[in-house]
């Protein structure tokens, strides 16, 4: 028999009554063989728009030919890709979060609206990739998530350059200190084809995560993109979703509370994007699992306990590729292991994660990823913190410096724009606390993330005289003193909707602290009025409504939406 009793794809395809959707099928070109195998999705978040996506299209292909060589019948759909690179700084930014909720969304719409029987993930870029694995935990069907990979880096002048410099380069001509003509050369040499961003920025971060939570198989998420190992890793991504439907392999038996602990054990030691603290607490939320299962508090005990071990960009010196040419995920697993800093637990190829790990090679000579022996920083890279700005908790990031405490007047700004602006103008000095607010979940809407600001500070030099904290988030490029994902949020009626410019801020990392000397609660006393939102319809409007806060994910799926 080639499909399991509990084949969901049965119910839409056999008996008398299904004639109907037999008919259609047949047009579409399944015949009696293909409609008598198990229905496998591929789910492609293909897009002509970024290098991050624009070649999934092709490994659909070879994926296709690994779910068809296995015995299965594959059906394609596409969702939409909104990409942070490309939308950064602008009003377009604001739909990249929502772009998360949506792919799920139309993932969980299109195999259940077609009875399908497992799912193959295609992603390729920050939202797409997290969004996969929220939709393989809410179906709870065999499910394998391959992504497209990175790009490789660029050069200029013998060096290696990449999307993170170009926004840095923008702060530096700002500041005077190249020219735009030299501005326009990084841009023309940083992106060289297909590929997400090559630093440990939120694309690799949660491709690396996906690994260690055992929905994506060891080693083939490492494979860059334009690598010609690639079509071979979606061929046999093919193969293991069908059979993971064989052998019963459904999602939820790898997103666990230790599962999602080891992802976040791999990312703390690779300094990888604060994002992953968002987008894995939103995958737990899927799977069902509550907060005092795995929550934000996990992130600050594991990156206290796990030091940073690989030296990655935006902090570090390398990118995604050479962390591959060094071990990749094999190693870096190892390593963990070896420190007794992840557990073990089952993956979607049906072998454990340290069986998987065990034998990992080492580049003779590499540098890139070290041990817990030897490490680049004794702790990881992010700290949780509570206090008067932000009683539900808010992240730290903490890659790319050594502080671990800031004090300093409030600088305050309503939106992202404005701050862009003062820091374009020079008007941002050594020792500020920036504060950007109104650029939430449900305020911004859409909770952008402020790479262009952060890298326009460190374009003008400040990077390590100035601290920023936000209700917004940072894009995994980001480094310096930033404190996001403040909750409650502004918008909500939060403290840092009262905070005022000259208020005193103190962040403390070990103390787990970020207060004001400011009586916020007498301000806030007085009464809030949120400001009129900014799209009073549509999907925007939509997710203003449904979006939980940050500290839970800012997911819109019930029963998790808190106001």
């Known amino acids: 028999m080639t499909t399991r009793p509990t084949s969901p794809s049965r119910t839409l395809i056999e008996g008398p009554s299904r004639a109907p959707a037999r008919a259609m099928l047949r047009a579409a070109g399944y015949d009696d063989a293909a409609m008598a195998k198990p229905m496998i999705a591929i789910v492609n978040t293909w897009t002509s ?9 092709t490994l659909a292909d070879h994926a296709r030919e690994g779910i068809i060589a296995a015995g299965g019948t594959p059906v394609d759909f596409n969702t939409i890709v ?21 792919v799920a969304d139309s993932a969980e719409l299109a195999v259940r609206g077609h009875c399908l029987d497992a799912v193959l993930f295609l992603a ?33 002048h013998g ?52 690994t260690f939570l055992g929905l994506s198989p060891m080693g083939l998420n490492d494979i860059p993109a334009t690598d010609p190992r690639k079509p071979d890793a979606a061929r046999r991504a093919g193969e293991l979703v069908v059979e993971a439907f064989r052998e019963g392999r459904n999602a939820r038996q790898f997103v666990t509370p230790q599962s999602l602990k080891n992802a976040a054990a791999a990312v703390s030691a690779t300094a990888g ?30 990156s206290r306990s796990t030091p940073v071990i690989a030296d990655l960009k935006p902090g570090g010196r390398y990118m995604a590729p050479d ?27 049906g072998d454990a994660l340290f069986g998987l790990v065990a034998g990992a090679e080492e580049a003779k000579g590499q540098d890139v990823i070290l041990s817990a ?44 724009d404005a701050c862009f602006e003062a820091v374009q103008a020079g008007k941002i000095q050594k020792g500020d606390v920036v504060v950007i607010r109104y650029e939430g979940p449900a305020g911004g809407p859409g909770m952008r993330e402020m790479l262009a600001v952060t890298a326009a500070i460190q374009g003008a030099g400040l990077g390590d005289d100035v601290a920023l904290i936000t209700d917004g988030r940072f894009s995994g490029a980001t480094y310096g003193f930033m404190v996001g994902h403040v909750a409650p949020e502004a918008a909500r009626g939060g403290p840092i909707a009262f905070v005022k410019d000259g208020d005193r801020i103190r962040i403390d990392v070990d103390a787990q602290r970020i207060d004001t000397d400011a009586d916020l609660d007498t301000r806030m006393k007085s009464g809030f009025t949120p400001p009129a939102p900014r799209y009073p319809s549509g999907a925007y409007a939509k997710y203003a409504a449904l979006v939980s806060s940050a500290s839970d994910g800012a997911v819109t799926s019930f029963p998790f939406v808190s106001s």
């Open 82 to 102: 909104v990409t942070d690179g490309i939308a950064m700084g602008t009003e377009g930014m604001r739909a990249s979060l929502m772009s998360r909720e949506c």
């Open 273 to 302: 994007s604060t994002n992953a603290v968002l987008h894995l607490v939103a995958i737990a939320r899927e799977a069902g699992l509550e907060p005092s299962a795995f929550g934000i508090d996990d992130f600050d005990a594991i």
């Open 373 to 416: 022996e030897k490490p680049l920083k004794s702790r990881g890279g992010f700290g949780i913190l509570y206090g008067d700005l932000a009683p539900q908790g808010c992240v730290a990031k903490l890659a790319g410096h050594d502080r671990l405490s800031f004090e300093g007047p409030a600088r305050v700004f309503d939106s992202e």
């Open 159 to 210: 060096k290696a350059v990449t999307i993170q410099d170009v926004f840095e380069a923008v702060g530096a001509c700002a500041a005077g200190k190249i020219s735009e003509a030299e501005l326009g050369e990084v841009e023309r040499q940083a992106c060289p084809g297909a590929g997400a961003c090559g630093g440990q920025f939120t694309a690799n971060t949660m491709a690396l995560a996906l």
């Open 49 to 57: 728009v970024t290098p991050c996506n624009m070649h999934l299209n």
């Open 323 to 349: 962390m591959a040419a060094a071990g990749g995920s094999p190693l870096l697993g190892r390593r963990l292991k070896e420190a007794g800093l992840i557990a073990d637990a089952p993956t979607i190829t």
């Open 124 to 156: 390729g870029c920050d939202k797409t990739i997290p969004a996969a694995a929220m939709a393989a935990a809410r179906l709870d069907l065999p499910s394998v998530i391959l992504y497209g990979g990175s790009i490789m880096p660029g050069k200029l």
